[in-house]
């Protein structure tokens, strides 16, 4: 396979299919805090912004652990790694649905956040030794789109679940999806995959790598744009529109199914059109949404605006995966891994920020913060791809 149209005429390995159902699954299980915020609130009797802490306090969880658990986890082999990550996955979830109390919740909630820490990034790592190298910018795509599919149809079917009947029986949901990922993973995924383990030297160039770092934090600065809002869609809905569970769980699924098509768009164009323009286009169109964000008045309107967004969401990390991996392919254990803590941390530090700007200026300031994180990324990306020129990590 020698040329991008080769291998894009060639049909991806099977072997990818329960990595995009464990994406799916790890997708749905971080979204469904989000898509519960007012359940879970109520039920609890705690303050919106005090329930966001879930958000933030996981995503600080999944941005430390990603990088250490990479280091930690080198020498594994990657089905008993991911079927593992898997089942922790389900017995955490299941364990968030029994808690009795909020001070309970907290700790389990981020306990259970030990798995996407481990699953995404490793599972886009040892995509390498599973497919030839022309496809590998649609192989990681192709894994990713289970983010998509997870706001398609897991982060609506666990709001409205959650709102019909409670936030419990949504966490349960997430954990029986995760015995039936673990499973997959176990019985599709061939034994003696690992990705070679990194030394400390190649930590070390990693992290003194410049077009590396740049990229790193474009990815904090769009996701801290991005969850300044996103982590409060359900209240905010709630106060502005007085929206049910019901219309919340289609404004859900409106959102993931243009997430969807445009991670499946990104997976067919990123090899012709570039990494570095994707990640570029991806960011732009979430920022479109955010300074248009007041026009979305009414639920018709709010959809109509949240398009763009939508579009950019999940493709542009995608892009920013296949970014790194091109950068310096013997480093992509680390970099993928690094990417997803940035991503996390960028979740963290939007979650808080969003929360503290509800108790000190009210929701509609929310879209603005988020407006100026993600033109602060576009920026960072115009460098990082002017810093590449003739050069070398």
């Not at 109520?42 to 999944?62: F, Y």
């Not at 070390?204 to 996103?230: I, K, N």
């Amino acid at each position: 396979m020698t040329s991008t149209a080769a291998g894009d005429r060639v049909a991806l390995p099977r072997v990818l299919w329960p990595l995009l159902f464990g994406n799916f699954v790890i997708g749905t299980g971080v979204m469904i805090v989000p898509g519960t915020l007012n359940e879970i609130s109520a039920s609890l009797q705690v303050p919106v912004a005090t329930a966001g802490q879930l958000i933030s306090a996981g995503a600080l969880l999944m941005c430390l652990g990603a990088p250490l658990f990479a280091a930690v986890v080198a020498g594994w082999d990657r089905r008993r790694l991911l079927a593992l990550s898997m089942v922790w996955y389900a017995v955490a979830h299941l364990a968030c649905a029994l808690a009795p109390g909020f001070a309970s919740l907290l700790p389990l909630r981020v306990l259970a956040l030990v798995s996407p820490a481990i699953f995404t990034p490793q599972a886009a790592a040892c995509v390498g030794l599973l497919v030839p190298p022309a496809q590998r910018g649609r192989a990681i795509t192709f894994v990713f789109l289970g983010w998509s599919v997870a706001s398609v149809l897991g982060m609506p079917i666990g709001a409205f679940i959650g709102g019909v009947l409670d936030w419990r029986a949504a966490f349960a949901l997430v954990g029986l999806l995760s015995l039936a990922s673990a499973l997959w993973v176990w019985r599709a995924m061939p034994d003696g995959v690992k990705p070679p383990a990194l030394s400390a030297a190649a930590w070390r160039e990693t992290l003194r790598s410049r077009p590396l770092m740049l990229c790193l934090a474009v990815t904090l600065l769009y996701s801290a744009g991005q969850f300044v809002l996103f982590s409060y869609f359900a209240p905010y809905y709630k106060q502005t529109l007085a929206i049910t569970p019901g219309q919340l769980s289609l404004l859900f699924m409106w959102f993931g199914a243009f997430g969807f098509l445009g991670n499946m768009l990104m997976s067919r164009h990123i090899d012709r059109i570039g990494a570095d323009r994707a990640v570029m286009a991806g960011v732009a169109l979430m920022a479109l949404s955010l300074l248009f964000w007041p026009l979305g008045s009414t639920l018709v309107l709010a959809a109509i605006v949240s398009i763009p967004w939508a579009l950019g969401c999940f493709s542009s990390n995608s892009a920013q995966q296949a970014r790194l991996v091109g950068i310096a392919p013997a480093l992509a254990s680390a970099s993928i891994a690094l990417n997803s803590s940035a991503m996390y941390a960028g979740q963290a530090i939007g979650a808080a920020s969003g929360g503290w700007l509800i108790v000190q200026h009210g929701m509609g300031v929310l879209h603005w913060a988020g407006f100026a994180g993600l033109v602060l990324a576009m920026g960072m990306s115009l460098l990082a791809s002017r810093g590449r020129a003739g050069r070398r990590p």
